[in-house]
C-alpha cells in the first residue's frame, strides 16, 4: 500500500525561511500550522532557537506542536526544558500535565497539576484536571480552596465559572456528596450551554434523514464497490459507553493499533467532495465509478496508517481503530466502502451514559450541556443504530455492553478479538499496562484495572431529571 498522505510536493518539502524574529516566527508558524504543515512549523521555530536557545515560549511552542503530532516523548523533553527556562509558570505545568496524563504517567501529571494550583491558586481550570484525574478526600486542600473560589465566583468569568463548578461537582460526587455535587453540574453546565449556539433541529433532522436515504431496498440496489481490505475497524457509540476500554483492550493486541478519537474519516470524503461533487450527496454510490470509490477508500487507508507514527511493526498494523464515536451516523457509507470492516458498537444504561457526558465539559459536543438535548439527542442515535441493525447484514455490527464488559472481561475481550478475526493474545486483559497514547476523557481510568464503581452510577430524583427521562422517552 503507498503511502501517498504522507507524500509531499517538492514545495512542500522545501525548508521554509529562516524567519528574522520571533514575533516573524509566530506568524509564519501559524500558517504552516493552518496548512498542516506541522514538521515545517517545528523547523521554522527551531531555527528561532538556534539564534535565542533561551526562548521557553519557543520551546513550548514545539512541544505543543510535537504533541499535536502523536510525538509525546519528543514533546515531554521540549516542555521540560521550556519548564527549566520558565520554572513559575502554571501553564507550563498543565501542558506538562496533560502529556504525561495521555502517556499514563497519571501520578506525575496530579503533580504537575497540584504545582499549577500552588502557581496560581485562582485558576479554575487547574483544579478541573486535577480532580479529572484524581478523586479529592474531603480533608483535601484543594476542595477548600474550590469552595473559596466557589464563594468567589463573580470575579470570574462565564467559562472559568464553568471549570470551577465542573471541578466542585466533581470533588463533592467524589467525597460522598453527590446531591450537591449534581447542583454544581448543574450550574457548570448552564454556563456552557449559554455560550453555545447548538442547533438541536439541525442534529436531529440530520440523523433523521440518513436512515430516510439508506434503506435496505437503496443499499440493495447499490453497485458493489467496495475495497477489500480488512484493515478498518470503526468504534461507534456514544461518549462514556465504554469505547476507550474497549479500544484499549483491543489495540493492546499486537496486531492492532488505537488511532484514537481522529477525524480522518470525514476529513477523506470532505476532499473527495472536493474532486468529485457527487461525494457531496447523501448516498453518492449510485453516481460514482467503482475506481472513485476505491481510490477514496484507499486515501482513508493511507490517512490512517499516517497516524500510527509510533508503530514499530515492519509491515502496517492488520487492524487500525478509529475510535471518532459519531461515525454511527456514517455506517452506511463505511459498509459501502469496506464491506469487511469490523463496526464495534458501545453500549451503557442510557441514564448512566447521560448522565456520565453531563458530568464533563466535553469540547466538542454541544448536545451535552442541557438534559433535555441529551436525552433526546441519545434517543436519535439510538434510533439511527437500530435502523443499521434492521438494514445491514447481521452480524455486521458487534454489540459490546459496558455492563457485560465489567461483569465478565474475558469472555468480552475474547469475543471482541474474535470479532477482529485475530488471535487471542492475554496482553489484552493486561489492557491498563499498556503506554499507548490515550487522549480521552476516560484516558485515567483505562490505565487501571477495571472496576465497578460506575455501574448503575448515582442519580438524583426523577423530577430533577425530567427532562432527561422526556428526552429519552421510552428509552428511561
Same mark, same amino acid.
Given at each position: 500500500?503507498?503511502?501517498?498522505?504522507?507524500?509531499?510536493?517538492?514545495?512542500?518539502?522545501?525548508?521554509?525561511?529562516?524567519?528574522?524574529?520571533?514575533?516573524?516566527?509566530?506568524?509564519?508558524?501559524?500558517?504552516l500550522?493552518?496548512?498542516?504543515?506541522?514538521?515545517?512549523?517545528?523547523?521554522?521555530?527551531?531555527?528561532?532557537?538556534?539564534?535565542?536557545?533561551n526562548?521557553?515560549?519557543?520551546?513550548?511552542?514545539?512541544?505543543?506542536?510535537?504533541?499535536?503530532? /502523536?510525538?509525546?516523548?519528543? %514533546?515531554?523533553?521540549?516542555?521540560? *526544558? &521550556?519548564?527549566? $527556562?520558565? #520554572?513559575? !509558570? @502554571? =501553564?507550563?505545568?498543565?501542558?506538562?500535565?496533560?502529556?504525561?496524563?495521555?502517556? /499514563?504517567?497519571?501520578?506525575? %501529571?496530579?503533580?504537575?497539576?497540584? *504545582? &499549577?494550583?500552588? $502557581?496560581? #491558586?485562582? !485558576? @479554575? =481550570?487547574?483544579y478541573?484536571?486535577?480532580?479529572?484525574?484524581?478523586s479529592?478526600?474531603?480533608?483535601?486542600?484543594?476542595?477548600?480552596?474550590?469552595?473559596?473560589? &466557589?464563594?468567589?465566583?463573580?470575579?470570574?468569568? @462565564? =467559562?472559568?465559572?464553568?471549570?470551577l463548578?465542573?471541578?466542585?461537582?466533581?470533588?463533592?460526587?467524589?467525597?460522598?456528596?453527590?446531591?450537591?455535587?449534581?447542583?454544581?453540574?448543574?450550574?457548570?453546565?448552564?454556563?456552557?450551554?449559554?455560550?453555545?449556539?447548538?442547533?438541536?433541529?439541525?442534529?436531529?433532522?440530520a440523523?433523521?434523514?440518513?436512515?430516510?436515504?439508506?434503506?435496505?431496498?437503496?443499499?440493495?440496489?447499490?453497485?458493489?464497490?467496495?475495497?477489500?481490505?480488512?484493515?478498518?475497524?470503526?468504534i461507534?457509540?456514544?461518549?462514556?459507553?465504554?469505547?476507550?476500554?474497549?479500544?484499549?483492550?483491543?489495540?493492546?493486541?499486537?496486531?492492532?493499533?488505537?488511532?484514537?478519537?481522529?477525524?480522518?474519516?470525514?476529513?477523506?470524503?470532505?476532499?473527495?467532495?472536493?474532486?468529485?461533487?457527487?461525494?457531496?450527496?447523501?448516498?453518492?454510490?449510485?453516481?460514482?465509478?467503482?475506481?472513485?470509490?476505491?481510490?477514496?477508500?484507499?486515501?482513508?487507508?493511507?490517512?490512517?496508517?499516517?497516524?500510527?507514527?509510533?508503530?514499530?511493526?515492519?509491515?502496517?498494523?492488520?487492524?487500525?481503530?478509529?475510535?471518532?464515536?459519531?461515525?454511527?451516523?456514517?455506517?452506511?457509507?463505511?459498509?459501502?466502502?469496506?464491506?469487511?470492516?469490523?463496526?464495534?458498537?458501545?453500549?451503557?444504561?442510557?441514564?448512566?451514559?447521560c448522565?456520565?457526558?453531563?458530568?464533563?465539559?466535553?469540547?466538542?459536543?454541544?448536545?451535552?450541556?442541557?438534559?433535555?438535548?441529551?436525552?433526546?439527542?441519545?434517543?436519535?442515535?439510538?434510533?439511527?443504530?437500530a435502523?443499521?441493525?434492521r438494514?445491514?447484514?447481521?452480524?455486521?455490527?458487534?454489540?459490546?455492553?459496558?455492563?457485560?464488559?465489567?461483569?465478565?472481561?474475558?469472555?468480552?475481550?475474547?469475543?471482541?478479538?474474535a470479532?477482529?478475526?485475530?488471535?487471542?493474545?492475554?496482553?489484552?486483559?493486561?489492557?491498563?499496562?499498556?503506554?499507548?497514547?490515550?487522549?480521552?476523557?476516560?484516558?485515567?481510568?483505562?490505565?487501571?484495572?477495571?472496576?465497578?464503581?460506575?455501574?448503575?452510577?448515582?442519580?438524583?430524583?426523577?423530577?430533577?431529571?425530567?427532562?432527561?427521562?422526556?428526552?429519552?422517552?421510552?428509552?428511561?
Amino acid at each position: 500500500m503507498t503511502d501517498t498522505a504522507t507524500q509531499q510536493s517538492p514545495a512542500r518539502a522545501q525548508a521554509p525561511a529562516i524567519p528574522p524574529d520571533v514575533e516573524h516566527a509566530r506568524q509564519q508558524v501559524e500558517d504552516l500550522v493552518g496548512q498542516n504543515r506541522i514538521d515545517e512549523a517545528i523547523a521554522c521555530y527551531r531555527a528561532v532557537l538556534v539564534r535565542y536557545p533561551n526562548l521557553g515560549a519557543v520551546h513550548a511552542a514545539i512541544g505543543a506542536l510535537l504533541r499535536k503530532q /502523536g510525538h509525546h516523548q519528543q %514533546a515531554l523533553r521540549a516542555l521540560e *526544558q &521550556a519548564h527549566s $527556562l520558565m #520554572p513559575h !509558570e @502554571p =501553564s507550563l505545568n498543565t501542558c506538562l500535565a496533560v502529556v504525561l496524563q495521555e502517556i /499514563g504517567r497519571i501520578d506525575e %501529571a496530579t503533580a504537575q497539576f497540584r *504545582q &499549577a494550583i500552588a $502557581l496560581a #491558586p485562582d !485558576e @479554575p =481550570s487547574h483544579y478541573l484536571g486535577l480532580v479529572r484525574l484524581q478523586s479529592l478526600t474531603a480533608d483535601d486542600p484543594a476542595l477548600a480552596a474550590l469552595r473559596q473560589l &466557589a464563594a468567589q465566583e463573580s470575579r470570574f468569568n @462565564p =467559562s472559568r465559572q464553568a471549570s470551577l463548578h465542573f471541578a466542585l461537582g466533581k470533588a463533592l460526587s467524589d467525597t460522598g456528596a453527590p446531591q450537591d455535587g449534581f447542583s454544581h453540574f448543574l450550574r457548570a453546565n448552564a454556563l456552557r450551554r449559554a455560550s453555545l449556539s447548538y442547533d438541536e433541529n439541525a442534529m436531529l433532522g440530520a440523523m433523521r434523514r440518513v436512515s430516510q436515504h439508506f434503506t435496505a431496498a437503496a443499499m440493495e440496489a447499490l453497485p458493489q464497490t467496495g475495497h477489500p481490505s480488512t484493515q478498518p475497524v470503526f468504534i461507534v457509540g456514544m461518549p462514556r459507553s465504554g469505547s476507550t476500554l474497549v479500544e484499549q483492550i483491543l489495540a493492546s493486541h499486537p496486531d492492532a493499533y488505537g488511532a484514537g478519537e481522529v477525524s480522518t474519516l470525514a476529513d477523506t470524503l470532505k476532499d473527495a467532495a472536493q474532486r468529485c461533487p457527487a461525494w457531496k450527496n447523501p448516498m453518492p454510490f449510485a453516481q460514482l465509478s467503482e475506481a472513485e470509490c476505491l481510490a477514496t477508500a484507499e486515501d482513508y487507508l493511507n490517512r490512517m496508517n499516517a497516524q500510527a507514527v509510533d508503530w514499530t511493526g515492519p509491515a502496517p498494523p492488520l487492524r487500525m481503530i478509529n475510535k471518532m464515536l459519531d461515525n454511527f451516523a456514517h455506517i452506511g457509507l463505511i459498509h459501502q466502502l469496506w464491506p469487511r470492516a469490523r463496526i464495534i458498537h458501545t453500549m451503557r444504561d442510557p441514564i448512566d451514559t447521560c448522565l456520565s457526558c453531563f458530568s464533563i465539559p466535553f469540547d466538542h459536543l454541544d448536545f451535552a450541556f442541557d438534559l433535555g438535548e441529551l436525552g433526546r439527542y441519545y434517543r436519535q442515535y439510538s434510533a439511527l443504530m437500530a435502523h443499521w441493525e434492521r438494514t445491514l447484514p447481521p452480524d455486521t455490527i458487534l454489540n459490546v455492553r459496558y455492563e457485560d464488559l465489567v461483569q465478565d472481561l474475558p469472555h468480552q475481550a475474547q469475543r471482541i478479538i474474535a470479532y477482529c478475526d485475530l488471535p487471542w493474545n492475554p496482553d489484552c486483559l493486561r489492557f491498563h499496562e499498556s503506554r499507548r497514547i490515550v487522549r480521552t476523557s476516560s484516558l485515567a481510568q483505562v490505565r487501571t484495572p477495571l472496576y465497578r464503581s460506575a455501574l448503575r452510577r448515582w442519580r438524583p430524583d426523577n423530577e430533577t431529571l425530567r427532562p432527561l427521562l422526556e428526552g429519552l422517552g421510552g428509552l428511561a
